[in-house]
């Protein structure tokens, strides 16, 4: 059974910094590419960063860009998002998701909430 | 980027009736290299993750119901409930993964009339 379990979310400062994790299960980690996207509770879906299945490309949405990176460890079958300088409008819940080379997002995590406020 | 515009935003359909869903995008998303449309559609139902329904604009997903359908080409497509079932209520995405970045239409909530 494939799992995604994301952790790391929680309530942090605006300026402050976090740490999510995504640890993968069931399928072949090293070949999907991985994505975190991100959902304002109530509005639509929103791509932040993708990773290759080496690890060697990687892209980021600007609106994060310069302030977030995206890592993974296919030895933990793990992704990462570290995520720097954070505004309330980073607030959302971020799923990390799952695709291979052609194919949209097959699978999802459940979501860890990130609450960016004083 | 690629923007993709669904309508409505909002749809109230009675049990057992048939419910269209519309997405444009704002340039083709065929791929040249294999023929198909790099376009998805996700069911997401409260607190919970999007769920894949229908790839390359018209295959379906493995265990989704056979009446849920999609259609179209290059900026244009549908997706289309037959049957309405309660359990479909939900907010439904289309999704392009033609050209990076991904990007995904605002939702349409589908209720019960």
């Known amino acids: 059974e494939v799992q995604l379990l994301e952790s790391g979310g929680g309530l942090v400062q605006p300026g402050g910094s976090l740490r999510l994790s995504c640890a993968a299960s069931g399928f072949t980690f090293s070949s999907h590419a991985m994505s975190w996207v991100r959902q304002v509770p109530g509005r639509g879906l929103e791509w932040v960063s993708a990773?290759?299945?080496?690890?060697?490309?990687?892209y980021y949405a600007d609106t994060v860009k310069g302030r977030f990176t995206i890592s993974r460890d296919n030895s933990k079958n793990t992704l990462y998002l570290q995520m720097h300088s954070l505004r309330a409008e980073d607030t959302a819940v971020y799923f990390c998701a799952g695709k291979r080379d052609t194919t949209p997002f097959e699978y999802w995590g459940q979501g860890t909430l990130v609450t960016v406020s004083s | 980027d690629i923007v993709m515009t669904q309508s409505p935003d909002s749809l109230a359909v009675s049990l057992g009736e048939r419910a269209t869903i519309n997405c444009k995008s704002s340039q083709s998303v065929l791929y040249r290299s294999n023929n198909k449309n790099h376009l998805a559609w996700y069911q997401q139902k409260p607190g919970q993750p999007p769920k894949l329904l229908i790839y390359?604009?018209?295959t379906r997903e493995s265990g989704v119901p056979d009446r849920f359908s999609g259609g179209g080409s290059g900026t244009d497509f549908t997706l289309t409930i037959s049957s309405l079932q309660a359990e479909d209520v939900a907010v439904y995405y289309c999704?392009?993964?033609?050209?990076?970045?991904?990007?995904f239409g605002q939702g349409t909530k589908l209720e019960i009339k």
């Open positions: 999704h392009q993964h033609h050209s990076d970045p991904v990007t």
């Open positions: 390359w604009a018209s």
């Open positions: 990773i290759s299945g080496p690890g060697s490309t990687i």
